[in-house]
């Protein structure tokens, strides 16, 4: 007897063939024999953690107007902020609106630095109790990319309160290839999926303004609009409570300007609680005229916990008892990025353009090499 399922791991993982007619992405880690197909648990877990692996651009826009006393209007600051990922604490402006349209690409490339491609696992794998030959997989690919793009509204509710929403359009596409020893056949499935990802609704309310800088406190919804089986939601309401820091501007020079920020906020599932998460982050403008500002930021986000349990990724062996498969494990990740871009004006002071790239500093959980992001907004 030998047991015909889908095993994943990481993101997938293929262990025998089953029928490649799938409706969703989770279908893939469905066995015919759920009694040996250890990993089934792991999908929702996973799911969770390339969906959090894709960014959010932050609603503050890249342009700030402050009432002015003098001619009773609201007149545009100096310079455009530079800033994708972190919020600033300042607010547009009363009865203003930016809107925007960005593009970001995700290409999951590994999970907890294991490269997913090109897995392999030699340690013979039981298929069934009391087998004593196994089987072992030679070689297996996963790939799985999520093209974004984002449309995203604010409106300055008040001098000091900002509003925003936020809607995600994601096409994803999974696919896996490779061969197992105890099957002559090679292993190929494929499958895309286009959806409305999870929308996103957010408030800003500026509390404080001094010397120093400018502080606001932020309340964020994230709510389950996208299709958790085709890792392009939650599942599940995240509320994301949050803080934002800016510094005063310092001048160096005639031409440069620099401005500090700082974030921390937490995601809070609310089915969950122990699969929360922390997320902060440390960045800095450097304004060098008025149309052009680059950004530089660090990143980081702390989950409470493991996406899944110890030992969730183990399968049985021929000999020396259950280890994970591939070698992939299941730890906490502690998850920190890089990011670069910058803001341009590019029509009078309405229409603007901006870039970035996110490059992850370590490897833990489901990571892109590099993100790229791309996008258009325009206030008025």
């Known amino acids: 007897m030998q047991v015909r399922c889908r095993w994943l791991t990481g993101l997938v993982v293929a ?115 009391g087998d004593t030959k196994g089987f072992t997989i030679p070689h297996l690919s996963i790939a799985l990319q999520t093209h974004e793009v984002t449309a995203s509204a604010t409106y300055g509710l008040g001098d000091d309160t900002d509003l925003n929403l936020t809607v995600p359009v994601l096409y994803s596409n999974f696919e896996l290839d490779g061969h197992f020893s105890n099957d002559p056949d090679r292993v190929h499935l494929a499958a895309s999926k286009l959806g409305v990802g999870d929308v996103l609704v957010r408030a800003k309310q500026r509390v404080l303004r001094g010397d120093a800088g400018q502080l606001a406190v932020g309340l964020g919804l994230r709510l389950p609009s996208g299709s958790q089986d085709d890792f392009q939601g939650l599942g599940f309401v995240e509320v ?93 990740p502690n998850i920190y990025d890089l990011s670069f871009g910058g803001r341009v004006v590019l029509w009078r002071d309405t229409l603007i353009g901006f870039a970035n790239v996110l490059v992850p500093l370590n490897h833990d959980g489901a990571r892109s090499d590099v993100i790229p992001l791309a996008g258009l907004e325009a206030t008025f």
Do not use: M
């Not at 604490?89 to 593009?103: F, P």
């Not at 005063?248 to 620099?258: I, P």
């Not at 906020?265 to 609680?273: K, L, M, N, P, R």
């Open 240 to 332: 994301t409570p949050a803080v934002a820091f800016s510094s005063a501007s310092l001048h160096v020079d005639r031409t440069v300007e620099l401005q500090a920020f700082a974030n921390a906020s937490i995601g809070f599932d609310t089915e969950d609680v122990a699969h929360s998460e922390g997320r902060f982050g440390l960045g800095v403008d450097a304004r060098l005229s008025r149309a052009v500002t680059l950004a530089l930021a660090f990143l980081g986000r702390e989950p409470f916990e493991a996406e899944a349990p110890s030992g969730a990724t183990n399968v049985d062996r021929v000999q020396g008892g259950p280890a994970p498969i591939f070698g992939i494990d299941v730890t906490r």
């Open 15 to 129: 262990a025998a063939v089953g029928p490649a007619g799938a409706e969703n992405f989770a279908d893939f880690f469905q066995c015919s024999n759920p009694g040996h197909c250890p990993l089934t648990a792991v999908g929702s877990a996973l799911g969770r953690a390339v969906v959090r692996s894709i960014p959010t651009v932050s609603a503050s826009s890249g342009l700030v107007f402050e009432y002015d006393v003098e001619t009773g209007a609201f007149v545009r600051q100096p310079s455009v902020t530079g800033q994708l990922f972190l919020e600033r604490a300042e607010t547009l402006g009363r009865g203003k609106w930016n809107v925007g349209i960005s593009y970001q690409y995700v290409s999951i490339d590994s999970v907890n630095g294991v490269d997913l491609d090109d897995l392999h696992d030699t340690n013979p794998i039981s298929g069934f109790p």
